[in-house]
């Protein structure tokens, strides 16, 4: 920023290489959108063609991280709607469908009141690449007033069913807490057998920033569990598929049978199958 700020100055002094190389460097946040908003005009007011494309590019920028902001803030927003004063929790699992592996839940609570250290970019889990889930997933430990992580294992999953097992990993996430909850808001469904205040939100990992960060932390620290497992187990491809039933998954199943880890009752039937 300091570099494009003398540069702005007298931009004419400076060859394209230059000016690109502020522009790229250029880090946006709020306390810098009104800065270089100004810099973008200098940069379109400019008589090179290559420069008025830097120009349109940085233009482009403010524009995204404008419209990402907007996009998260809605989702704290719509936290704060349920509880004007209290804690608030949100709470998602991962690994409800795999062949293989624990179910991992995680319940997490953030600082809806500061709407000026939001967390950006935070969305359903799985619409995130795997580099920008863990660098969230750091972001959000360090931000979040307090979360906690559980997880059951596929041996209880097989003796109680996953249903059980879905419902019991969100109260252990809930009550594994720093500060007790005042609401709860939970992925898809009401939890069951819950002290708590608990309302669900359909495909809340888009609309909630608190189960949004939950899915995050799940997501991350159960398939950091599956690659762990790919390095006793090889030859199911964990690494990849985390657990879930993929083409490599049943081949491995198919030539090297089940590992201690794989659910047995949600391989009945692929396994006469197969």
Do not use: W
Not at 130 to 147: G, H, N, P, V, Y
Not at 152 to 177: P, R, S, T, V
């Amino acid at each position: 920023m300091e570099n494009l700020l003398k540069i702005k100055q007298n931009l004419t002094q400076y060859s394209f290489k230059v000016i690109k190389e502020s522009v790229d460097g250029v880090k946006i946040n709020k306390d810098s959108i009104k800065t270089l908003k100004l810099m973008e005009k200098i940069l379109l007011n400019d008589s090179r063609k290559n420069v008025i494309g830097l120009g349109s590019k940085l233009g482009r920028s403010i524009e995204k991280y404008i419209k990402e902001q907007k996009r998260v803030e809605s989702m704290y927003k719509f936290d704060k709607a349920f509880l004007e004063k209290g804690f608030i929790a949100g709470v998602d699992e991962v690994g409800r469908g795999p062949l293989a592996g624990p179910i991992v839940a995680c319940a997490v609570i953030l600082d809806l009141n500061d709407l000026g250290d939001i967390i950006l970019d935070i969305n359903d889990s799985k619409l995130l690449s795997r580099q920008k889930r863990e660098e969230l997933d750091k972001i959000i430990r360090e931000k979040a007033i307090s979360f906690c992580i559980a997880e059951i294992n596929n041996k209880i999953i097989d003796e109680k069913g996953i249903g059980y097992a879905n419902n019991k990993i969100f109260i252990d996430a809930c009550n594994g807490l720093s500060k007790k909850p005042d609401l709860v808001l939970s992925d898809g469904y009401l939890i069951k057998n819950f002290n708590i205040d608990n309302k669900h939100i359909i495909k809340g990992d888009r609309k909630s920033a608190s189960i949004a960060c939950a899915s995050i932390l799940a997501k991350v620290y159960r398939d950091n569990i599956m690659r762990n497992y790919h390095k006793k187990y090889p030859n199911y491809d964990f690494e990849n598929n985390v657990g879930y039933g993929t083409k490599n998954h049943l081949d491995g199943i198919k030539n090297h049978g089940i590992t201690p880890i794989h659910r047995k009752s949600f391989l009945k039937n692929i396994i006469n199958n197969l």
